[in-house]
C-alpha cells in the first residue's frame, strides 16, 4: 500500500503563497484588515478542525482549498448577494426572466428577492415564511436552503438552522462546517484520485456521478490546481507559476466572462451601476469604469488594467465602501455574489 503524504500542521503550507495568488491580490499584509485577511486567518486557526475531518493530505487541502476560493469569490464574500437591479433579475433568474415586470418590482430588494427566488422550495427545505432569506447561500462552501444548514449544522455540531448568520460572523464556523459537509459527502476520496470534475460536482451539484457540468467548473479546476501547487510544494521550493488567466489580463469592451462578472458585481456592491451582471465588457461596464477611475484618481481610460482591477478589488473588499455605497441607494445592507 502506497504511502499517505500528510500535512503535520498548516505551518507547513505557505499560506502567504495562496494569497499572492487571489486575482489582484500580492500577499498577506493586503488583506489583514479585510474579508480575505479573515479567511485566511480562519483556515490557520482551523487546522486542528481539518484533521478532524480528514482533511491533512496534500491533495485533500488542494481540492477543499480550491472549492472554497471559487465559492467564495476568491475568499471575497461570506454570503450570497441579491442587490440585483431589474435587469440583472431578468438575466440572471428563470423566475424573473419569466416575469420581467416582477423584476421592476423586486430590482434592489434583496430579501425580497431572495424569498421570490428560494422561498417555498421543497428540494430546499425551505417550508416555512421567510427561509428564502434566512437560508440564503452563506459559507466557505455555501449552504443554500433550511434542508442543508440543518444536515450539515447537525455534522458539525452547530446550531444553524437557529442561527444562520454564525457561519458568516465566525469564518472558523465557516471553515469547519465545509469540512463537516465534505467529510459527509465523501469528497475526500475523489480529492484522493485528484479528480477536481467529481470533487466540483459533488460540491456544486451534491452529487460527484452527476452528469452535468458544475457552475464555474472550468474555474474550479484551474483553482484547484493553483491550490495544489502550494499543498503539494515543499516548504523551500516555490510553487509552479499560477496559470495564465483571462483575470490578468486587462478587460475592456468586448471582454467576456467569469473576471468580467467578478468586475461588475464588485462595481455595482460599490454603487457604480453596470447596466447588469451578465459577464459581457460592454458600454454599461465601460462607463462604470470610467466612474471608477474618475473618483479614484486613475487614468481615465475606460479599460479595466491591472491597477484599475487591483483599486476595484481593494474597494469591494472593504466593508465600509460597500455598504456605505448600498446604503446610498435604498438603505439596504448588500452582500456577495449569487452563489454558483
Known amino acids: 500500500m502506497a504511502k499517505i503524504v500528510t500535512i503535520n ?14 486575482p489582484g491580490r500580492n500577499g498577506w499584509d493586503i488583506l489583514q484588515l479585510g474579508t480575505q485577511g479573515r479567511y485566511i486567518k480562519a483556515i490557520i486557526d482551523s487546522w486542528p478542525t481539518l484533521e478532524r475531518y480528514d482533511i491533512y493530505t496534500p491533495l485533500r487541502l488542494g481540492h477543499f482549498f480550491g472549492q472554497g476560493l471559487v465559492e467564495t469569490g476568491w475568499l471575497k464574500y461570506t ?4 442587490n440585483y437591479s431589474a435587469e440583472g433579475l431578468v438575466k440572471t433568474f428563470r423566475h424573473y426572466r419569466r416575469n420581467p415586470d416582477l423584476a421592476k418590482q423586486h430590482a434592489r430588494k434583496p430579501e425580497l428577492i431572495a424569498n421570490t427566488v428560494y422561498g417555498g422550495r421543497a428540494d430546499l427545505g425551505n417550508t416555512e415564511p421567510g427561509d428564502g432569506w434566512k437560508f440564503r447561500g452563506r459559507g466557505f462552501i455555501q449552504l443554500t436552503g433550511r434542508y442543508n444548514y440543518t444536515k450539515y449544522g447537525e455534522a ?4 444553524l438552522a ?4 454564525i457561519i458568516k460572523r465566525d469564518l472558523t464556523k465557516s471553515v469547519e462546517v465545509a469540512a463537516a459537509f465534505w467529510k459527509t459527502n465523501g469528497l475526500n476520496a475523489y480529492a484522493d484520485q485528484n479528480n477536481a470534475v467529481k470533487v466540483s460536482r459533488g460540491v456544486n451539484r451534491g452529487n460527484p456521478n452527476d452528469t452535468a457540468a458544475a457552475n464555474h467548473e472550468d474555474l474550479r479546476i484551474l483553482w484547484t490546481n493553483t491550490a495544489l501547487s502550494v499543498t503539494q510544494a515543499p516548504q523551500n521550493v516555490a510553487p509552479e507559476p499560477v496559470p495564465t488567466t483571462p483575470s490578468l489580463k486587462p478587460l475592456q469592451a468586448g471582454s467576456r466572462g467569469e473576471r468580467v462578472r467578478e468586475l461588475q458585481l464588485d462595481l455595482e456592491a ?4 453596470t447596466g447588469g451582471v451578465d459577464g459581457i465588457f460592454g458600454q454599461g461596464t465601460k462607463r462604470a469604469v470610467v466612474a471608477f477611475q474618475q473618483e479614484n484618481g486613475l487614468p481615465v481610460t475606460g479599460i479595466a488594467d491591472a491597477a484599475t482591477i487591483t483599486a476595484i478589488d481593494q474597494a469591494a473588499a472593504d466593508p465600509a465602501r460597500t455598504r456605505a455605497a448600498t446604503l446610498d441607494r435604498d438603505n439596504t445592507p448588500i452582500f456577495g455574489p449569487p452563489t454558483s
Not at 458539525?156 to 446550531?159: H, L, S, T, V
Not at 460599490?270 to 451601476?273: P, V
Request: overall charge negative; proline content about 3%; aromatic content about 4%.
Open 79 to 82: 454570503e450570497e448577494g441579491f
Open 270 to 273: 460599490l454603487g457604480i451601476s
Open 162 to 165: 437557529n442561527d444562520p448568520d
Open 9 to 22: 500542521g498548516v505551518g507547513d503550507i505557505d499560506l502567504d503563497k495562496i494569497a499572492k495568488l487571489l
Open 156 to 159: 458539525a455540531g452547530i446550531d
